[in-house]
T-cell receptor, first 115, second 116 residues
Framework: GAGVSQTPSNKVTEKGKYVELRCDPISGHTALYWYRQSLGQGPEFLIYFQGTGAADDSGLPNDRFFAVRPEGSVSTLKIQRTERGDSAVYLC?????????????FGQGTRLTVV | AQSVTQLGSHVSVSEGALVLLRCNYSSSVPPYLFWYVQYPNQGLQLLLKYTSAATLVKGINGFEAEFKKSETSFHLTKPSAHMSDAAEYFCAVSPNSGGSNYKLTFGKGTLLTVNP
């Protein structure tokens, strides 16, 4: 596709449920990032993939959060036992290379609401 | 650790007036600096970035920013605001060395409104 695609655009789930958020990066982009944007805050780094491997998952808040990128393209962010505090917009970005000189292109985000 | 402070969560200007959005950073060494714009229901879009080259950086849509090391600032300006500039603007920083220069740290954002 022309840009980074995230699905669903909105997700409402009940507390305690499991959710999966999908990111389809720009074709050919080897680097993929997940960020979380809470209300009134800027995006916060969660995890960075280079190819299939998670090169840096230091931003994942706890072990309920997990992300995969099995074929080096599409990535899925998985959240177990969701809590109301997980409500936020989850942003995905991709870039052609790694590092600050490689522009990161962001998707529109998935708005997750935990009720 | 690096951090970014955006002064003013909301800035309102008249159409045709100067736009000035403030950003100050905290870092032990000069970092890379970025401005992103987020239009309603759209993803973040890169406006411009500073990566240790010229201190005055020109970006898209007539925006520019100047890196001032002595003031640890990277303020965003545009000489004449258009209605279409209404959006939320985020300043961000990343390390310029080491293994984690891909990791962006964002400010809380400044919502720009443009009045006719």
């Amino acid at each position: 596709g022309a840009g980074v695609s995230q699905t669903p655009s909105n997700k409402v789930t009940e507390k305690g449920k499991y959710v999966e958020l999908r990111c389809d990066p720009i074709s050919g982009h080897t680097a993929l990032y997940w960020y979380r944007q809470s209300l009134g805050q800027g995006p916060e780094f969660l995890i960075y993939f280079q190819g299939t491997g998670a090169a840096d998952d230091s931003g994942l808040p706890n072990d309920r959060f997990f992300a995969v990128r099995p074929e080096g393209s599409v990535s899925t962010l998985k959240i177990q036992r969701t809590e109301r505090g997980d409500s936020a917009v989850y942003l995905c970005a991709s870039s052609l290379g790694r590092g600050a000189t490689a522009e990161a292109f962001f998707g529109q985000g998935t708005r997750l609401t935990v009720v | 650790a690096q951090s970014v402070t955006q002064l003013g969560s909301h800035v309102s200007v008249s159409e045709g007036a100067l736009v000035l959005l403030r950003c100050n950073y905290s870092s032990s060494v000069p970092p890379y600096l970025f401005w992103y714009v987020q239009y309603p229901n759209q993803g973040l879009q890169l406006l411009l970035k500073y990566t240790s080259a010229a201190t005055l950086v020109k970006g898209i849509n007539g925006f520019e920013a100047e890196f001032k090391k002595s003031e640890t600032s990277f303020h965003l300006t545009k000489p004449s605001a258009h209605m279409s500039d209404a959006a939320e603007y985020f300043c961000a920083v990343s390390p310029n060395s080491g293994g984690s220069n891909y990791k962006l740290t964002f400010g809380k954002g400044t919502l720009l409104t443009v009045n006719p």
